[in-house]
């Protein structure tokens, strides 16, 4: 063991474990991929400012768990908290939504960071697959988000999950909702910081995960009825959507999300397998976030899926993923002119597109033939001088133990053939 360790909140991958998140991220991703949405990347780290105002002032990301800095240069910055504002920024500056073909739509992947108490399913440093449609109001593309997610799951083959889905409005009806809402909480017994939250933003005050709190919440006025007519046929149309694409849902009044800048469709992703930190994802129509980034308005709809989350969610599950084995060919050279012969049949096979792997290090053949198991390959080439002077080597078959010489001038395309 090296003096240091992984810093508090983090983790590393490793294989074998590792080709699991590989194969989650890559599940995510392509019905994205297969719908239209455009691979983005954007830089680890933004602007503060840009988080302060794109994920908002009075949220816990912002106030508790961003990692804020000031670099040498005098510059105040922050490592990204989540994607969605970073996105939205990186559209604006390259003006992808003057191109004329808006919506724009987009995907991203990649590591997030925020300063939480660690436990299973949170920590400091994350990883999320997200999905933003930028610039287009049309309930058709709530009901894609949400169904190329529930796609994304069942594809991993998961089934323990729910959908919870609500409105929160738009700036015709939140703002009465805000009100009555506001007087309901000022006549209950809440601490200080919630009385100020519930001033700055009190659909917030919804989401506190306090008992104390829920319990006082029971009657709490519902956005439902206050929704216009326009968020409700909205809403109404994106739920008929859905529903027809045969995707399950339940209606959750109380649902509102941490992020400031969500309108209308609001939707969580939650899984019963994993304890308190249940939500595996989440999303919704940001409306209000372009303007609020200095952009003009683009209303847009996204989501953000936890990798961590899903892969605690396929063990909970049991789910076992069937992931190929990496390497289908591992030779084994016995002597100095083996290993010229056997390298270079690597090389070939590997130019083929077979997966090939090499007994490294000159191991005799005991420890190289445990290489080969480990490896996971399906056959292994040996061999030795004798071998050799005679024009051939060894075919081992590792399933059944079968092993068969072959010309050295036909291992190739014989491998070929057999692994079809
Ligand atoms: P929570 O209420 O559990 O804190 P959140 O609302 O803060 O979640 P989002 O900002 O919506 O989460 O992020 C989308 C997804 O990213 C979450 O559903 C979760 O799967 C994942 N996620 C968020 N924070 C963490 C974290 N600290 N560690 C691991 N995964 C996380
Ligand atoms: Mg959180």
Redesign the pocket.
């Known amino acids: 063991m090296s003096t240091f360790k992984a810093p508090k909140?983090t983790y590393d991958l490793l294989p074998p474990d590792s080709a699991k998140y590989l194969a989650v991220r890559a599940a995510i991703a392509a019905p994205l991929r297969d719908s239209g949405y455009g691979y983005i990347e954007t830089p680890g780290f933004e602007n503060v400012e840009l988080f302060a105002r794109g994920v908002g002032e009075s949220t816990?990301?912002v106030t508790k768990?961003m990692y804020a800095f000031e670099t040498k240069g005098g510059d105040r910055l922050a490592l990204r908290?989540?994607g969605t504002a970073s996105v939205l920024r990186a559209a604006l500056e390259s003006n992808l939504h003057k191109t004329g073909n808006l919506p724009v739509k987009l995907w991203y992947s990649g590591s997030?960071y925020?300063y939480?108490r660690?436990q299973k399913?949170?920590?400091?440093?994350?990883?999320?697959v997200?999905a933003e449609a930028i610039g287009a109001e049309d309930p058709a593309l709530d009901a894609e988000l949400i169904i190329l997610a529930d796609q994304a799951y069942r594809s991993l083959g998961l089934s323990r999950f729910r959908i919870l889905l609500n409105s929160l409005g738009d700036k015709e009806c939140r703002p009465v909702y805000r009100a009555a809402l506001q007087g309901f909480l000022r006549g209950l017994d809440l601490d200080e910081d919630t009385l100020r939250r519930a001033d700055i933003n009190p659909l917030r005050v919804l989401?506190d995960?306090r008992p104390e709190v829920q319990k006082q919440l029971t009657d709490a006025p519902l956005l439902r009825d206050y929704l216009c007519d326009a968020c409700t046929a909205y809403h109404d149309e994106v739920r008929e959507l859905i529903t027809a694409a045969g995707v399950a849902f339940e209606d959750d009044p109380k649902l509102v999300?941490?992020?400031d800048y969500y309108t209308r469709t609001t939707f969580?992703?939650v899984h019963d397998g994993l304890g308190s930190?249940?939500?595996?994802?989440?999303?919704g129509r940001y409306d209000g976030l372009s303007e609020m980034i200095g952009g003009p308005a683009l209303p847009s709809v996204g989501?953000?899926?936890?990798?961590?989350?899903?892969v605690l969610a396929l063990e909970a599950e049991g789910v076992e993923l069937d992931l190929p084995a990496t390497t289908s060919v591992f030779a084994v050279p016995l002597g100095e002119e083996a290993r010229r012969v056997l390298f270079a049949k690597v090389t070939e096979l590997r130019k083929n597109g077979v997966a090939a792997d090499f007994a490294y290090g000159g191991k005799g053949l005991k420890g190289a033939m445990k290489s080969a198991h480990r490896s996971g390959a399906r056959y292994a080439i040996v061999a030795g001088e004798r071998d050799l002077a005679e024009g051939v080597v060894q075919l081992k078959d590792m399933e059944s133990g079968e092993q068969r010489a072959i010309g050295v001038n036909e291992i190739v395309a014989e491998l070929e053939s057999r692994l079809g």
């Open positions: 909140g816990d990301i768990e908290p989540e997030y925020r939480e660690p399913g949170r920590y400091r440093h994350f990883s999320q997200g989401d995960k999300r941490g992020l969580e992703f930190q249940s939500a595996v994802g989440g999303g989501w953000a899926l936890g990798v961590d989350r899903t």
